[in-house]
């Protein structure tokens, strides 16, 4: 320390001795990780209580209200984070702060789970429809990020395969916070009862997520060999076929642009072509 009780620069020097005044001040985002711990349990039943809207964005009132749930949520994990992380950067030892970042890591997955179908489902919207979202004077805190979705159309998954990348996602990020739970329990750490039920929860959701996961999988690959197996492959649909859809028939591909249904898909002249059946 220096003679004005300063940590010099690159000094190892435990937090605590370390004047007030040099420290951050995380209790402005909660002021104590009880706080946390209520915010976060309410985040969990609100991420829940999103899947409610799925599907239902071609009203405009229902989308208004999704658009600002996803903001309201993104601020509260951005806040859930920042404080977990924050504590951890303190101590980078200290198995609390860690179980508090996997937990804000775990949630964190979850939000963008819970979101994944609203930017694909928004961009099946007729362009009609868009573009008076666009006009519309309620959408107008909204008009940058609409602008900025239809810019980046092309890069965003149809609604099938954005679920399945966060699934995905999801699953790599419980994986790893097991992984680190495992090392600890190999190396025969001691866990209070807290970190085991909250690795038991945590094993719980891998399951589950892992069985969400399967038949997307299966579906996706049966449906991508038939096509691929042969230029003169064809698909009749009986059912409904969803907009934003991206159908591959060998090295062509075609995204479909309004739900059908009773249609039929085909490869000519270089193309993926649709018609009824």
């Given at each position: 320390?220096?003679?004005?009780?300063?940590?010099?620069h690159?000094?190892?020097v435990?937090?605590s001795?370390?004047?007030?005044r040099?420290?951050?001040?995380?209790?402005?985002?909660?002021p104590?990780?009880?706080?946390?711990?209520?915010?976060?349990?309410?985040?969990?039943?609100?991420?829940?209580?999103?899947?409610?809207?799925?599907?239902?964005?071609?009203?405009?009132?229902?989308?208004?209200?999704?658009?600002r749930?996803?903001?309201?949520?993104?601020?509260?994990?951005?806040?859930?984070y920042a404080?977990?992380?924050?504590?951890?950067?303190?101590?980078?030892?200290?198995?609390?702060?860690?179980?508090?970042v996997?937990?804000?890591?775990?949630?964190a997955?979850?939000?963008?789970?819970?979101v994944?179908?609203?930017?694909?489902?928004l961009?099946?919207?007729?362009?009609?429809?868009?573009?008076?979202?666009?006009?519309?004077?309620?959408?107008s805190?909204?008009?940058?990020?609409?602008?900025?979705?239809?810019?980046?159309?092309?890069?965003?998954?149809?609604?099938?395969?954005?679920?399945?990348?966060q699934?995905n996602?999801?699953?790599?990020?419980?994986?790893?916070?097991?992984?680190?739970?495992?090392?600890?329990?190999k190396?025969?750490?001691?866990l209070?009862?807290?970190?085991?039920?909250?690795?038991?929860?945590?094993?719980?959701?891998?399951?589950e997520k892992?069985a969400?996961?399967?038949?997307?999988?299966?579906?996706?690959?049966?449906l991508?060999?038939?096509l691929?197996?042969?230029?003169?492959?064809?698909v009749?649909?009986s059912?409904?076929?969803?907009?934003?859809?991206?159908?591959?028939?060998?090295?062509?591909?075609?995204i479909?642009?309004?739900?059908?249904?009773?249609?039929?898909?085909y490869?000519?002249?270089?193309?993926?072509?649709?018609s009824n059946?």
């Amino acid at each position: 320390m220096t003679k004005n009780n300063e940590p010099e620069h690159g000094s190892l020097v435990s937090r605590s001795s370390i004047d007030s005044r040099f420290q951050w001040n995380i209790n402005d985002i909660y002021p104590d990780q009880e706080s946390w711990k209520t915010a976060s349990q309410q985040f969990k039943k609100d991420v829940d209580a999103f899947s409610q809207y799925k599907g239902q964005l071609h009203d405009c009132q229902t989308l208004k209200t999704v658009l600002r749930e996803q903001e309201k949520l993104s601020i509260i994990i951005s806040k859930l984070y920042a404080y977990a992380r924050l504590q951890q950067d303190t101590d980078n030892a200290n198995q609390q702060f860690q179980a508090l970042v996997g937990e804000a890591e775990a949630l964190a997955a979850a939000f963008s789970n819970a979101v994944s179908f609203v930017e694909p489902e928004l961009l099946s919207l007729s362009q009609e429809k868009l573009n008076d979202l666009l006009s519309d004077s309620d959408f107008s805190d909204y008009r940058f990020y609409l602008n900025n979705l239809l810019r980046l159309s092309k890069h965003v998954l149809p609604k099938e395969q954005e679920e399945l990348l966060q699934l995905n996602k999801t699953i790599e990020q419980i994986r790893t916070i097991l992984t680190t739970y495992g090392e600890k329990l190999k190396n025969k750490e001691k866990l209070d009862q807290g970190k085991i039920q909250y690795i038991e929860q945590l094993m719980r959701a891998f399951k589950e997520k892992e069985a969400q996961r399967t038949p997307l999988e299966h579906e996706y690959e049966r449906l991508q060999s038939i096509l691929n197996g042969s230029s003169n492959a064809r698909v009749k649909v009986s059912k409904t076929l969803y907009a934003g859809v991206i159908v591959n028939i060998t090295d062509v591909s075609l995204i479909v642009k309004d739900d059908r249904s009773f249609c039929q898909l085909y490869k000519d002249e270089g193309e993926v072509k649709i018609s009824n059946m």
